[in-house]
């Protein structure tokens, strides 16, 4: 794999769409789109109507907060399953969500493993999906980590794929950040970089996501935990889109905006 993996956050199977979308609105009614929404997603694209709204339902988990279970695909070591841990209950600094290591049925599954194209590098499920995968798979692929890898990689990257876990897209997808990007250099670099189809380029860095699925921050944040790094390369300006590195303050509002705690008892 390249030094730095891109993350692709993980995609149902098609079969499973419709289903996964009904159960996270039914979980979190405000995972519905906003009707403008909906109605864009009805009338571009193709396939059934209901695949095409499923596309655009969110997939957060309830504002009541979010209580998981974690365990590990693989003999990691009880100090590195800590590590992870420790990094993934970042993000409950501001907001209502707890990760808790489990050997039993686990929420969140990890593994490690290097096995490209599918299932290697860095990726996790979005959200509720992860109730639609197979026990045995994982929802969240950390390839190579261990106890070597520095501390700034498990604030980059597992604090990332616990944002996507968490419900939370790529911030560069949206439409400030993706403007910004030169479709054919785009292509072309990330062809030589990961081995992507123009398809794929598309899918993950092209094509902007609806404005209104997106709660919570009204300005692009290129800092924010959930944006790549993207390389001056592949910009129409030649400056690079610089990517986050750890929850940024803004994330830990919005992810508190999501997952609000409950008031403190009155004195
Ligand atoms: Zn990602």
């Given at each position: 794999?390249?030094?730095?993996?891109?993350?692709?956050?993980?995609?149902?199977?098609?079969?499973?769409?419709?289903?996964?979308?009904?159960?996270?609105?039914?979980?979190?009614?405000?995972?519905?789109?906003?009707?403008?929404?909906?109605?864009?997603?009805?009338?571009?694209?193709?396939?059934?109507?209901?695949?095409?709204?499923?596309?655009?339902?969110?997939?957060?988990?309830?504002?009541?907060?979010?209580?998981?279970?974690?365990?590990f695909?693989d003999?990691a070591p009880?100090?590195l399953r800590?590590?992870?841990?420790?990094?993934?209950?970042?993000?409950?600094?501001?907001?209502?969500?707890?990760?808790?290591?489990?050997?039993?049925?686990?929420?969140?599954?990890?593994?490690?493993?290097?096995?490209?194209?599918?299932?290697?590098?860095?990726?996790?499920?979005?959200?509720?999906?992860?109730?639609?995968?197979?026990?045995?798979?994982?929802?969240?692929?950390?390839?190579?980590?261990?106890?070597?890898?520095?501390?700034?990689?498990?604030?980059?990257?597992?604090?990332?794929?616990?944002?996507?876990?968490?419900?939370?897209?790529?911030?560069?997808?949206?439409?400030?950040?993706?403007?910004?990007?030169?479709?054919?250099?785009?292509?072309?670099?990330?062809?030589?970089?990961?081995?992507?189809?123009?398809?794929?380029?598309?899918?993950?860095?092209?094509?902007?996501?609806?404005?209104?699925?997106?709660?919570?921050?009204?300005?692009?944040?290129?800092?924010?935990?959930?944006?790549?790094?993207?390389?001056?390369?592949?910009?129409?300006?030649?400056?690079?889109?610089?990517?986050?590195?750890?929850?940024?303050?803004?994330?830990?509002?919005?992810?508190?905006?999501?997952?609000?705690?409950?008031?403190?008892?009155?004195?």
């Amino acid at each position: 794999m390249a030094k730095n993996p891109v993350c692709v956050p993980k995609e149902l199977p098609r079969s499973k769409w419709v289903a996964a979308a009904q159960m996270a609105v039914k979980l979190n009614p405000a995972n519905r789109p906003h009707a403008t929404v909906a109605a864009h997603a009805m009338a571009i694209g193709t396939g059934a109507p209901r695949e095409r709204l499923a596309l655009v339902v969110g997939k957060r988990w309830p504002a009541s907060g979010v209580r998981l279970t974690v365990g590990f695909l693989d003999d990691a070591p009880s100090d590195l399953r800590a590590r992870i841990l420790l990094h993934m209950n970042a993000w409950a600094k501001s907001a209502n969500v707890l990760f808790v290591e489990t050997g039993t049925d686990p929420d969140v599954r990890i593994a490690r493993v290097d096995s490209p194209p599918d299932d290697g590098g860095y990726w996790s499920y979005v959200g509720t999906d992860i109730r639609h995968i197979g026990k045995s798979k994982q929802t969240m692929n950390l390839e190579g980590f261990t106890m070597k890898t520095p501390e700034s990689e498990y604030r980059r990257v597992v604090r990332h794929e616990t944002g996507h876990t968490l419900g939370f897209p790529h911030e560069h997808m949206r439409r400030q950040l993706v403007n910004r990007i030169d479709r054919a250099k785009a292509i072309k670099y990330f062809a030589k970089s990961d081995g992507w189809s123009a398809r794929q380029v598309s899918d993950q860095v092209l094509t902007p996501l609806e404005e209104s699925t997106i709660l919570g921050t009204t300005r692009a944040d290129q800092r924010s935990i959930m944006c790549y790094d993207l390389p001056g390369q592949i910009t129409k300006d030649g400056k690079p889109i610089i990517g986050g590195v750890d929850i940024t303050p803004q994330d830990y509002r919005f992810a508190a905006s999501i997952y609000p705690r409950p008031a403190a008892p009155a004195r």
